[in-house]
């Protein structure tokens, strides 16, 4: 099948359910307009098409190579990479002072997304090398923003974030790589495991951003700082120096996402490694998280990008094979065979990978859009109420997204059958590469505890309730819409749960029982995560149910079997149409789950806690 990208439902969500063009009227973004957002939208569609997809497979097979501390990648890989460079598209919501395009975070969330369907392994290079441009920015010197940041966000060099290591990897707290310091810089020398993009041969230098401590500095997280350690030293007119022994000593070979090359990377070991410390010592986690939180954003879409390729694929072979005749025919044995999209079963199945999908696209679009809102709206009150949903949906982008995501990738294997678990067709790929969403950039399970232990009881749950009275303003005027209220309703009496279920974990949190918050907080993340996406795909559908009706109007179609014909014949009514479905079925099929859910978390049942292994 070949690659597609739904680039429909991307305008939708950018320009017909975000409303996109709003941010065009600001200072900030007032060199942008429609037309220019779509010429990138399309140069960026054309890119993944020729250049990345086509590797995806290449790089799978291949993997990364490895001989003697040098990391090297398959044939292709450094022209598509080239190529994205030259396309403008490394930093594209990035500082245009220093190489970026200055584009809003939902435009490159949108970028990111296609680029990431095409091939997550290849897309997470040029994404970290931006986001660590993006923290020297924030909290580095003048000195470090003028040898690094056009670099970084131009792609000419790489970047890295190094936390993990042996025995202190979701503990951070625990590292032990040090710091010493020498005149104006550090030593760095310590060992950082599973590292992203650590070493490759795509660009001439890597600059890896390190947390370690320094000497005398407390024990745990406080007592962490961040260091910039370039693989190779810069002089002072940005040229290079001297290698600074920072050495690849090995790479993983994983399940999947085997395009990236994730590094063991050893700092110091054969001789000096200088470092340059960004920011105040001992804040070093503080300013990770900068790079972190975009991450697990990042980490989300993944999940998300990765079902929606999935989903693309499915749609396709189903359209195509022929296998079986209908169910009301089965004892004709002259029936005429259909494709598998005519059978139930499949359609179910391809109705939940869209719906799955369309609703993770539009709750990790919207958290992009809360930062931009964040940044150009005048009312400073309304600034920190984005601030404060962009923060709560952080850790149900990563976890949510990328949990659904892998579970999508499974239904699109379902649907191709045997041909699925084969390399024959990339729903097998699909599958092994979304996995890695869960478990790295905070594991899903930490995500659970930092949505329930801290971004609920954000001062004072005011990062929940600012949500909440999102969520409630749509409750409160989509009950009474003639074709959707009921929908609303169902929506309504979900919301009531999830507002009793955190109650009721608050109270056991404050009568001094901490174990049964953290025992239920992955059925939390679930429950909520259930409803953000019923309310996304519920809102999306309000917007298709009046330009879907508009197109009724227009054509006189007032009876049933007018409108039928309509989405049979007019492909924005199909779409539209599709779009209803979408949340229909979700809302009926998947967030009954959600009292199931409630009743999980309020049960008391302490058996995990009780049983001996």
Known sequence: MAFAVDKRDIEFCLFEYLKMEDLFKTEKYADFDREAIEMVL?????????????????????????????????????????????????????????????????????????????????????????????????YGTEEMKKLYLEKLFTGEWGGTMCLTESGAGSAVGDLKTKAKKEGDHWLIEGEKI???????????????????????????????????????????????????????????????????????????ADGPSHGWLIGEESKGIKYMFLMMNEARIGVGLQGQSTAAASYQEALQYAAERIQGVDIAKMKDVDAPRLPIIEHPDVRRMLLTMKAFTE???????????????????????????????????????????????????????????????????????????????????????????DLIGRKMTAKGGLFFMTYLTRVNDFINSAKEHARLGEFAGKLEKARDSLVQVA???????????????????????????????????????????????AIYAKAGAEDKE??????????????????????????????????????????GNKSPLEIVF
Request: glycine residues 10%; negative net charge; proline residues 4%.
């Open 42 to 138: 399309d140069l960026t569609i054309k890119l993944a098409t020729d250049k990345i997809a086509p590797l995806n497979i290449v790089m799978d097979r291949e993997g990364i190579g490895f001989d003697k501390g040098k990391v090297t990648t398959p044939e292709g890989y450094k022209e598509a990479y080239q190529a994205l460079c030259d396309a403008g598209l490394v930093a594209a919501a990035h500082n245009p002072e220093y190489g970026g395009m200055g584009l809003p975070h939902l435009m490159a969330t949108a970028i990111g997304e296609i680029m990431s369907s095409a091939s997550v392994a290849f897309a997470m290079n040029p994404g970290l090398g931006a986001t660590a441009g993006e923290v020297i920015e924030v």
């Open 194 to 268: 599973f590292i992203s993009a650590g070493d490759h041969d795509l660009t001439d230098n890597i600059v890896h951003l390190v947390l370690a401590r320094t000497e005398g500095a407390p024990k745990g997280i406080k007592g962490i700082s961040l260091f910039a350690v370039p693989k190779v030293l810069v002089n002072d007119d940005g040229s290079l120096a001297d290698a600074n022994n920072v050495i690849c000593g090995n790479i993983e070979h994983k399940m999947g996402i085997k395009g990236s090359p994730t590094c063991t990377m050893v700092f110091g």
């Open 359 to 449: 609703g993770m696209r539009a709750l990790l679009y919207s958290t992009a859009y809360f930062s931009d809102l964040m940044e150009v709206h005048e009312d400073e009150n309304e600034r920190k109420n984005y601030n404060s949903m962009m923060e709560l949906m952080t850790p149900i982008c990563k976890s949510y997204c990328s949990d659904y995501g892998f579970r999508m990738t499974e239904l699109g294997i379902q649907i191709l059958g045997g041909y699925g678990y084969t390399i024959e067709y990339p729903q097998e790929q699909y599958c092994r590469d979304a996995k890695i969403a869960s478990i790295y950039e905070g594991t899903n399970g930490i995500q659970a505890l």
């Open 503 to 549: 109650m009721s974990v608050q109270q056991a949190g404050m009568s001094g029982d901490i174990y049964t918050p953290v025992l239920n907080a992955t059925p939390f993340m679930d429950l909520f995560g259930t409803i953000v996406m019923a309310y996304h795909l519920l809102e999306m559908a309000v917007v298709a149910d009046e330009k879907l009706e």
């Open 562 to 603: 007018a409108q039928t014909k309509i989405i049979e014949e007019n492909p924005e009514a199909k779409y539209y149409d599709g779009k209803l479905h979408s949340a229909r079925f979700f809302i009926d099929a998947y967030l009954p789950h959600t009292m199931a859910l409630a009743k999980t978390i309020t049960s």
